[in-house]
């Protein structure tokens, strides 16, 4: 194939998802009136932008993008601080926000996240959930769905204090979990566990369905995000949310900070404008993101290459999978994302070891805000099947660019 069809297999390919780009600009209004609406609602002003130090003793606008959060995402109560360092960390507060000596943690969606193995124990560590005596369990899914069956004879044997799910895949072969399987799971869980905490690490998933998890019509009980990814609309430099249940949400926010003091204190320094206007931007920047690994999943599946999900699939987040089979592939292609980014494009990233991964990866992220997902990046774990993980793009042009040319550089090797 030489330049000139392959550029016209990618305007075809455009032509081919028009519908479906419609069906994500129709989500992304939907999603920029409800924040405009929630905006609107708590009367956001200029002052609320202002931010505090020292303990952070009535930050205004602190305590209202708390609210405007809560509402956007359909909980009770949020806590939104840029003291959560990574999405792994506001997980890591919430876990030990709730739980406590001899309780259990239950996954229901297989094994969570690599970041998560040294936090819950699976590998062992003298910080670890395991060694504050937290009894761990995994219930792997089926067919890429709950295993519903295990499940309910699981609650039925043991007590369970918490149960986790991971909507997104992870460094997984399986598929990312729609909204509409999460409701499945919860209805016939509270049947048999009323008091059972559902608690789910939502990153990625922001904005690509209707609803999130912990929106009464779903019924988890708390969840959990990162604002280097969907919601942070690659503005917010820094933080993560946890949003339901106001009374867990208070545990967990008094695991941050202190018991008694909670949500109450914890600086905004100059945070606040950054976090709202990084919700204002973020419907956008997940549509762009929709379009950009869409787009990618088209061209590479008529190339011959395995692609998850298929370009027509319905979408829970913003991660596109390729499987390469060939090292040698994976590497190129992320380092030509890496090329065609907007920051350090002349960096070559190779395999190498990195914090809370037990295999080398290899990560292209030129990003203006270190480790941003929502920015286009692309990395992968050096196992088989050498499988590529891609994410992001704040616009849809730059998203084209550097997938189109990490695509060509594959067939002109």
């Not at 505090?52 to 009535?58: A, E, I, K, V």
């Not at 072969?173 to 499945?184: V, Y």
């Not at 993560?240 to 320094?269: H, K």
């Not at 065609?340 to 992220?365: H, L």
């Amino acid at each position: 194939m030489n330049k000139e069809e392959f550029n016209k297999l990618v305007i075809n390919c455009e032509k081919e998802l028009k519908e479906k780009f419609q069906e994500i600009d129709n989500q992304e209004y939907l999603n920029s009136s409800k924040i405009l609406d929630t905006f609107k609602e708590f009367n956001l002003s200029e002052s609320d932008f202002f931010g505090t130090t020292g303990y952070g003793y009535g930050d205004i606008g602190r305590d209202k993008i708390d609210k405007i959060f809560a509402k956007v995402l359909g909980a009770e109560d949020a806590i939104v601080r840029s003291q959560f360092i990574s999405g792994t960390h506001a997980l890591t507060v919430c876990l030990f926000g709730l739980l406590r000596p001899n309780d259990t943690l239950l996954s229901i969606s297989g094994k969570p996240y690599d970041t998560l193995d040294k936090v819950i124990g699976i590998i062992e560590n003298p910080s670890s959930l395991k060694s504050f005596g937290i009894k761990y369990h995994e219930i792997n899914l089926i067919n890429n769905d709950f295993d519903i069956p295990s499940i309910i004879d699981y609650l039925n044997t043991y007590e369970v204090k918490v149960i986790e799910i991971q909507r997104s895949r992870g460094y997984s072969t399986r598929e990312s979990l729609g909204i509409d399987k999460i409701k499945k799971v919860v209805l016939e869980i509270k049947k048999v566990s009323p008091n059972t905490i559902i608690m789910v690490d939502n990153c990625y998933c922001e904005f690509v369905s209707n609803l999130e998890p912990v929106n009464k019509e779903i019924g988890c009980d708390i969840m959990v995000g990162s604002l280097i990814k969907n919601l942070g609309g690659g503005i917010a430099s820094n933080g993560a949310y946890i949003a339901g249940r106001r009374d867990l949400v208070n545990l967990c926010a008094e695991r941050l900070t202190v018991p008694g003091q909670g949500a109450e204190v914890g600086p905004s320094m100059d945070m606040n404008r950054q976090i709202l206007n990084g919700l204002y931007h973020a419907p956008s920047a997940v549509s762009s993101s929709l379009k950009t690994i869409i787009l990618a999943s088209l061209i590479l599946e008529k190339l011959g290459y395995l692609v998850s999900p298929t370009p027509f699939s319905k979408r829970s987040d913003i991660v596109q999978t390729i499987i390469f089979k060939k090292q040698d592939k994976l590497i190129r292609f992320i380092q030509k994302i890496q090329e065609y980014s907007a920051i350090n494009s002349n960096f070559r990233p190779i395999p190498e070891d990195m914090p809370g991964y037990t295999d080398q990866v290899i990560m292209a992220s030129g990003s203006f805000i270190q480790g941003s997902s929502i920015e286009i990046s692309c990395d992968g774990p050096l196992r088989e099947p050498y499988i590529a993980y891609l994410q992001g793009s704040l616009t849809y042009q730059y998203g084209k660019i550097a997938i189109t040319n990490a695509i060509w550089s594959l067939i002109n090797e």
